[in-house]
């Protein structure tokens, strides 16, 4: 065991040139932390003998120089890293959903750079409100009275709730009751905003005179959640939004409606019209509607309430908002998006709705230019057995369109001589990383969610990981 003797000390180390210039660089508890866990890891190499006893102390000091370096890389690095989608899921949640269109990017960007007028009214010289921003864009292109951003959707409908029926009955569906990943569940959520769930109807059909018989004095609310990740089909029967504005105008009840993804524009075309959008659920009298900002909005990570004027400023009366607020770069990157809209040509601006639409013919083509750079680099590599252009089937993801497939156009690559897992894991752990998907013994690019320069960079991203 005399080999642990030759293990350089802390102090030895910090003697070091490149050492030195990490202290010039980073602060010294830092570096001589990693310091101490490098050295700390050779010691355990060296006593489970998977490094050599008989190593010399120059041999050692390189090898620990080495760790260091790695340890300053990780950890100066930062935990998020780029991946390149080859799923063909546009909205995937653990791939941070949607990419923001460039002119967004541009304004959160001189947002973030400078100070702004976030809750300064210029013109008065006075405080203003953050929910300011936002509010007018959103109404004129809704719709509706009134508008506020939080958060998260989650949080939208969290707050709608408290403000609107804490301590009240709120009735539901059964075939609403839904689940979103990441543990979002309609009846959690409802007993932490305070409210109580009535459920009514069954998981297959709900009628309106469920719900009208479920009213008494304690009522606080009609609900509606869209089954975004779901869909119930066969015998069924749902209540129609137009339905639930009636009963709860008779009856002075506010109706509510979580539509989960939120479209903005008509999707028809693009083959998505058996959901309403936001502004056909306005039109249909719903007093409050809830979306996320980073689902088929094509934002960023936010909550968007509209709805009529007297509920929306009881919200933002709420001390709850207080605590669900967005910054300003939420707000940036929101009205960043939503000018977008007021362009007329959201579906070419917005890179969520862009891969939405894409015509088949241009897929095709990007599939081919995969298919020709992955041959020429690849063409020598023993470990690719096959590479061919395959139709696909692709996702709207995000919990939208669930049992919805967008055709389109891939890259099926086959090895041989490596395990796939392995392979996806490797592919994984590059930079930037690759996600693609696994199917039988192959794996599958799709390229309707590649974006800007992802197809020229995947031939040496495979050949690498190949390596
Ligand atoms: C996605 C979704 C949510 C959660 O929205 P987040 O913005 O992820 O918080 C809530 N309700 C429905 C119906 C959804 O589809």
């Given at each position: 065991m005399n080999g642990l003797q030759n293990i350089p000390s802390v102090d030895e180390v910090l003697s070091n040139a490149l050492i030195k210039g990490y202290l010039e660089e980073y602060n010294r508890e830092f570096i001589v932390?990693?310091?101490?866990?490098?050295?700390?890891?050779?010691?355990?190499?060296?006593?489970?003998?998977?490094?050599?006893?008989?190593?010399?102390?120059?041999?050692?000091?390189?090898?620990?120089?080495?760790?260091?370096?790695?340890?300053?890389?990780?950890?100066?690095?930062?935990?998020l890293s780029k991946v390149i989608n080859g799923t063909g899921v546009i909205l995937h949640t653990n791939m941070g959903r949607a990419p923001l269109p460039k002119p967004a990017i541009d304004y959160m960007v001189e947002m973030a750079s400078n100070y702004?007028?976030?809750?300064?009214?210029?013109?008065?010289?006075?405080?203003?409100?953050?929910?300011?921003?936002?509010?007018?864009?959103?109404?004129?292109?809704?719709?509706?009275?009134?508008?506020?951003v939080v958060n998260n959707n989650a949080a939208a409908v969290m707050l709608g709730l408290n403000t609107l029926a804490n301590a009240k009955e709120v009735i539901v569906s059964r075939g609403q009751l839904v689940e979103i990943g990441g543990a979002f569940r309609i009846p959690e959520v409802m007993k932490l905003s305070g409210a109580r769930l009535v459920e009514v109807g069954t998981?297959?059909?709900?009628?309106?005179?469920?719900?009208?018989?479920?009213?008494?004095?304690?009522?606080?609310?009609?609900?509606?959640?869209?089954?975004?990740?779901?869909?119930?089909?066969?015998?069924?029967?749902?209540?129609?939004?137009?339905?639930?504005?009636?009963?709860?105008?008779?009856?002075?009840?506010?109706?509510m409606y979580d539509l989960g993804s939120g479209i903005l524009c008509d999707l028809s075309k693009e083959g998505l019209d058996d959901e309403p959008t936001?502004?056909?659920?306005?039109?249909?009298?719903?007093?409050?509607?809830?979306?996320?900002?980073?689902?088929?909005?094509?934002?960023?990570?936010?909550?968007?309430?509209?709805?009529k004027k007297e509920y929306i400023e009881a919200m933002k009366k709420n001390q709850l908002t207080r605590a669900l607020r967005v910054d300003k770069l939420t707000i940036a990157a929101l009205e960043g998006t939503l000018i977008e809209y007021l362009s007329g040509k959201p579906q070419e601006n917005i890179p969520v709705l862009a891969m939405l639409s894409i015509k088949n013919d241009k897929l095709h083509s990007k599939a081919q230019e995969l298919l020709n750079l992955l041959k020429?680099?690849?063409?020598?590599?023993?470990?690719?057995?096959?590479?061919?252009?395959?139709?696909?089937?692709?996702?709207?993801?995000?919990?939208?369109?669930?049992?919805?497939?967008?055709?389109?156009?891939?890259?099926?690559?086959?090895?041989?001589?490596?395990?796939?897992?392995?392979?996806a894991k490797r592919l994984r752990i590059n930079t930037p990383a690759l996600v693609g998907r696994l199917q039988d013994d192959s794996m599958l690019l799709s390229v309707r969610t590649l974006l800007d320069g992802d197809v020229e960079?995947?031939?040496?991203?495979?050949?690498?990981a190949l390596g």
């Amino acid at each position: 065991m005399n080999g642990l003797q030759n293990i350089p000390s802390v102090d030895e180390v910090l003697s070091n040139a490149l050492i030195k210039g990490y202290l010039e660089e980073y602060n010294r508890e830092f570096i001589v932390t990693l310091i101490r866990k490098a050295i700390d890891e050779l010691r355990k190499e060296m006593l489970s003998q998977k490094l050599d006893n008989s190593l010399t102390r120059p041999q050692l000091a390189k090898l620990l120089l080495e760790k260091i370096e790695r340890l300053v890389e990780v950890k100066t690095a930062g935990t998020l890293s780029k991946v390149i989608n080859g799923t063909g899921v546009i909205l995937h949640t653990n791939m941070g959903r949607a990419p923001l269109p460039k002119p967004a990017i541009d304004y959160m960007v001189e947002m973030a750079s400078n100070y702004n007028n976030l809750e300064l009214d210029l013109l008065q010289g006075e405080r203003g409100s953050r929910y300011s921003h936002v509010e007018q864009l959103l109404i004129d292109i809704t719709g509706a009275e009134a508008a506020l951003v939080v958060n998260n959707n989650a949080a939208a409908v969290m707050l709608g709730l408290n403000t609107l029926a804490n301590a009240k009955e709120v009735i539901v569906s059964r075939g609403q009751l839904v689940e979103i990943g990441g543990a979002f569940r309609i009846p959690e959520v409802m007993k932490l905003s305070g409210a109580r769930l009535v459920e009514v109807g069954t998981t297959n059909k709900t009628y309106l005179k469920d719900f009208e018989e479920a009213i008494n004095e304690e009522t606080g609310l009609l609900f509606m959640a869209h089954t975004s990740n779901y869909k119930i089909i066969g015998f069924t029967e749902e209540v129609k939004v137009e339905e639930l504005v009636k009963l709860g105008r008779t009856n002075n009840l506010p109706v509510m409606y979580d539509l989960g993804s939120g479209i903005l524009c008509d999707l028809s075309k693009e083959g998505l019209d058996d959901e309403p959008t936001v502004q056909q659920c306005v039109a249909a009298g719903a007093d409050i509607i809830t979306f996320s900002g980073d689902k088929l909005l094509g934002g960023p990570q936010a909550g968007i309430i509209i709805g009529k004027k007297e509920y929306i400023e009881a919200m933002k009366k709420n001390q709850l908002t207080r605590a669900l607020r967005v910054d300003k770069l939420t707000i940036a990157a929101l009205e960043g998006t939503l000018i977008e809209y007021l362009s007329g040509k959201p579906q070419e601006n917005i890179p969520v709705l862009a891969m939405l639409s894409i015509k088949n013919d241009k897929l095709h083509s990007k599939a081919q230019e995969l298919l020709n750079l992955l041959k020429i680099e690849l063409k020598d590599n023993l470990k690719v057995s096959r590479i061919d252009l395959v139709a696909v089937e692709d996702m709207v993801g995000g919990g939208a369109y669930p049992t919805y497939y967008i055709p389109g156009y891939g890259v099926e690559i086959k090895f041989q001589g490596i395990n796939l897992e392995e392979m996806a894991k490797r592919l994984r752990i590059n930079t930037p990383a690759l996600v693609g998907r696994l199917q039988d013994d192959s794996m599958l690019l799709s390229v309707r969610t590649l974006l800007d320069g992802d197809v020229e960079q995947i031939p040496n991203l495979i050949n690498r990981a190949l390596g």
